[in-house]
């Protein structure tokens, strides 16, 4: 379990959330809703351990493995698909596997700054499963798809990553509410749970 306690976070006079506390239990998948700009993105990163909070602490994360899908792909342009995952995953075999999976079989020595949007954002995906972890931090992981891919890799991440502790920002509200998953819906700014 991860937990925030009183957490504040402030960039300059900005305060982006006061005193938030919440739990991500183990093995469930837990989704963080609300409008853009509001601080998602900033939340899931401090929970994460990327970013340290103005106030407060956030515990659990001890010895876990993080698996991110970043807001951006953050991918090497000029490395090929196979090579992006390689760099962080070294088995071959299951970087071809991963490629597969999300559709990229046919495109693994093409660099990645080839490729179109709907496949880096694939690609951000694969490499994420890859790596594989204890904890996964998804950060709208199906931005950037086309309708069709959407569903198909909505769906290839609830299968591979059923069971795991996921951490899940997404405006897709199928994806969102699946049974089983804890939806955190935020309001605001400053960011708080809504009412
Ligand atoms: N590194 C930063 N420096 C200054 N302001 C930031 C930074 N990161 C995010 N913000 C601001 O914090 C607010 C929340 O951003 P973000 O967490 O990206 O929201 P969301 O993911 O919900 O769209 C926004 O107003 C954004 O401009
Ligand atoms: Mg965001």
Not at 1 to 11: G, L, N, V, W
Not at 31 to 59: F, H, I, M, Y
Request: hydrophobic share 40%.
């Amino acid at each position: 379990m991860i937990e925030a306690k009183e957490i504040s976070k402030r960039y300059g006079d900005k305060t982006v959330f006061e005193r938030l506390s919440l739990t991500v239990e183990t093995g469930v998948w837990t989704v963080l809703t609300g409008a853009s700009g509001l601080g998602k993105t900033t939340l899931l990163r401090v929970l994460a351990g990327l970013e340290q909070p103005d106030e407060g602490v956030v515990s659990g994360l001890d010895g876990l493995r993080k698996s991110f899908v970043f807001q951006e792909n953050r991918l090497l342009e000029r490395a090929s698909a196979l090579e992006n995952i390689l760099c962080v995953a070294p088995d071959r075999e299951r970087a071809m596997k991963m490629l597969e999976l999300v559709g990229l079989g046919t495109e693994l020595s093409k660099p990645a700054g080839k490729l179109s949007g709907g496949m880096k954002r694939r690609l951000a995906i694969a490499r994420a499963l890859a790596y594989g972890g204890d904890v996964f931090f998804l950060d709208e992981p199906l931005r950037e798809l086309d309708k069709g891919t959407e569903t198909q890799i909505a769906s290839l991440l609830r299968g591979e990553l059923q069971g795991k502790t996921v951490l899940l920002i997404t405006h897709d509200e199928d994806f969102a509410n699946r049974p089983g998953n804890t939806v955190l819906r935020f309001a605001g700014p400053p960011m708080k749970p809504e009412a």
